[in-house]
């Protein structure tokens, strides 16, 4: 990566760290620009070179993590629920823990279940919306993300390994039923 690619992912690291210390303190709506620039340490400019609003912050940042998840994940003929997907899914809300963790905490959880919605939509490809079987796909999301929500509120104590056997151990239960 060259210089200039890593001074701006500082800078945005350094937007999005102050974007969430602030929340801490109050909702997004009472949190200015310039109180944003102030507690990062960047100019405007590097504001909105980067972001639209305050909201594109915590958008971008989700895209960000589910462009990492895609690059992890193979999603080949359509099957998500293979051991090694689950695994690798933990380990990216592993890696993003803090992150999903603050999301969820200031209220962006459902934004960050929604944009997971919609790129499995976009990776599913000419899933057929008008079958039933299109609801295993967002019965896969929902449980994997409250999992790992519940595991990472819980310190993420057991190993992205345990959770992917239990988890294709849960899966495969319900295949007997």
Same mark, same amino acid.
């Given at each position: ?18 974007? =969430? !210390? ?8 009472? @949190? ?6 102030? $507690?990062? #340490? ?32 193979? =999603? !080949? ?8 997907? @689950? ?6 809300? $592993?890696? #993003? ?43 896969? @999301? ?36």
């Amino acid at each position: 990566m060259d210089k200039r690619k890593i001074a701006n992912q500082k800078v945005k690291t350094s937007i999005t760290s102050a974007l =969430f !210390e602030l929340l801490k303190e109050k909702s997004i709506s009472e @949190i200015s620009i310039t109180e944003i620039i102030n $507690k990062a #340490h960047v100019a405007r400019a590097s504001f909105y070179r980067n972001y639209s609003s305050k909201e594109s912050v915590i958008t971008t940042l989700i895209q960000d993590i589910l462009v990492d998840y895609h690059e992890e994940i193979k =999603f !080949e003929d359509g099957n998500f629920y293979t051991y090694e997907n @689950i695994y690798k899914s933990f380990k990216c809300f $592993k890696k #993003h823990g803090s992150q999903v963790l603050d999301l969820h905490r200031f209220g962006y959880g459902s934004i960050l279940l929604d944009m997971l919605n919609q790129f499995h939509e976009y990776i599913a490809g000419d899933m057929h919306f008008k079958s039933i079987k299109r609801y295993e796909l967002y019965i896969y @999301i929902g449980a994997l993300y409250n999992t790992a929500l519940i595991w990472l509120q819980s310190g993420a104590k057991e190993s992205p390994e345990e959770l992917a056997e239990l988890f294709t151990s849960a899966t495969k239960k319900r295949e007997e039923y």
